[in-house]
Structure formats: structure tokens, C-alpha cells
């Protein structure tokens, strides 16, 4: 299979200075809106990137859960290998991409955990199903088999019901992005990229050449 010449020209709409916002969470909240209104399946759904003490890279999907001045927020097991990776080196990467927009944001900083009141508070918003899942995944570890996880799932669900209680090691972390980049797609391959790096409390925005 020959797939040298799979590609297609990009034809968004222009990223300029002029009408884009001089700060990145507002220059985001008007693209997230945008790509919930299009027929992008999980618009949240991001490629974390984070870094093993050995120096070898991982990426893998997660779903943005909010988002604001002071970070965007996800959710997960401690214990999986992102959870380890990130108790030895909290910095981190996240990437949306936006196909049917021709849109990619990537987004670096540091990772912190959430506080234990506001892991509690998204856990217990969560379908059943997914509470007990929770617990059932013993999340990055080898198992036998996929009777593994359907057995521990009735366990939890016939020991606590509708109201299993958010695991220890379940929980949310938040990245503070000290790096934004906004791409559009552009005929001719000559994109728009427009980065936004914290100085002094505030936001330096350039352009990258494509």
C-alpha cells in the first residue's frame, strides 16, 4: 500500500491577530464552543502525553472535564501508568484535534492533582456504571482475562449498590498551561500558529511559521 500521496489541502477560515483573543482560555472557549456545534464526535476527548522515569514518552486519550483560567481538568486512576508517571515528573502535554474544523490546540504545563472535595463532587455525577468501573479496573495492570473486570464489577455493585463511594485512588488532576498553540489548517500548507507563552503573570502571543 502506497500511501505517500494520501493527503488534502486545508481550507479554514484565517487565525489572525485580529480576531483571535489576546489570552488563550478565551481564544479556547470560542473554538471548544465552535467544535461542540459541529459533527466532531467527543469534543473533549484530548491526547495526554506525559513521561516515564526512564525518558520514554506515552500519550494516550482523555476527556476533558472543565476548564478555566486556572487549568483543564481530567480524570483518572492514580495507580495507571499516567498516575505514576506523573508523581515522578508533573509536567505534562494535552492536544485537540478538530478534524472537521482543521483545528489543533496543544497545550504543556504543570500537573497537580485536584482537591479530594472536587473529585467527589465529579464522581458522584457519574453514571453507575461508570462509578463501579471505577473500582473494578485495576487500571495499566496485566489481567488474566475480561472476566477479571465483570467479576469485580458485580463484586462492587452487590457490596454498595447505587452508591459506591469514589475510590482512594480515583481522582482528578488539573494542568496549569504555561504554553498554548492554536493551529488552523491553510491551503497550500501554509498554516496558521498562533502561541501564547506566560510572562510575568501575564500572555505573550506570537505567530510560528507552519
Known amino acids: 500500500m502506497d500511501i505517500r500521496g494520501m493527503r488534502r489541502d486545508y481550507q479554514g477560515e484565517a487565525l489572525e491577530e485580529a480576531n483571535s483573543s489576546v489570552e488563550p482560555v478565551g481564544q479556547f472557549q470560542t473554538w471548544f464552543e ?22 520514554r514518552p506515552s500519550t494516550r486519550i482523555v476527556l476533558m472535564k472543565s476548564f478555566d483560567g486556572a487549568g ?34 496543544r497545550i504543556e504545563g504543570m500537573v497537580t492533582r485536584v482537591s479530594p472535595e472536587e473529585s467527589d ?7 453507575v456504571d461508570s ?9 495499566s495492570q496485566v ?6 473486570l465483570v467479576a469485580n464489577a458485580a ?13 482512594d485512588n480515583w481522582g482528578g488532576y ?9 493551529w488552523q489548517g491553510r491551503t497550500s500548507r501554509l ?7 506566560r510572562v510575568d503573570g501575564g500572555w505573550h502571543r506570537d505567530r510560528l511559521a507552519p
Open 121 to 127: 463532587e465529579y464522581f458522584n455525577v457519574r453514571p
Open 155 to 167: 463484586k462492587i455493585s452487590a457490596k454498595h449498590g447505587i452508591h459506591p463511594p469514589r475510590p
Open 131 to 139: 462509578r463501579i468501573g471505577a473500582w473494578a479496573s485495576p487500571q
Open 34 to 55: 465552535q467544535a461542540r456545534k459541529t459533527d466532531n464526535l467527543d469534543p473533549n476527548a484530548m491526547t495526554l502525553a506525559t513521561v516515564g522515569p526512564d525518558g
Open 143 to 148: 489481567i488474566p482475562n475480561r472476566g477479571v
Open 72 to 105: 483543564i481538568v481530567f480524570y483518572t486512576n492514580y495507580d495507571s501508568r499516567k498516575g505514576r508517571e506523573l508523581a515522578t515528573n508533573p509536567l505534562a502535554a494535552l492536544q485537540f484535534h478538530w478534524p472537521q474544523l482543521e483545528r489543533v490546540v
Open 174 to 182: 488539573r494542568l496549569d498551561p504555561d504554553c498554548w498553540e492554536f
Open 191 to 197: 498554516h496558521d500558529r498562533l502561541r501564547y507563552t
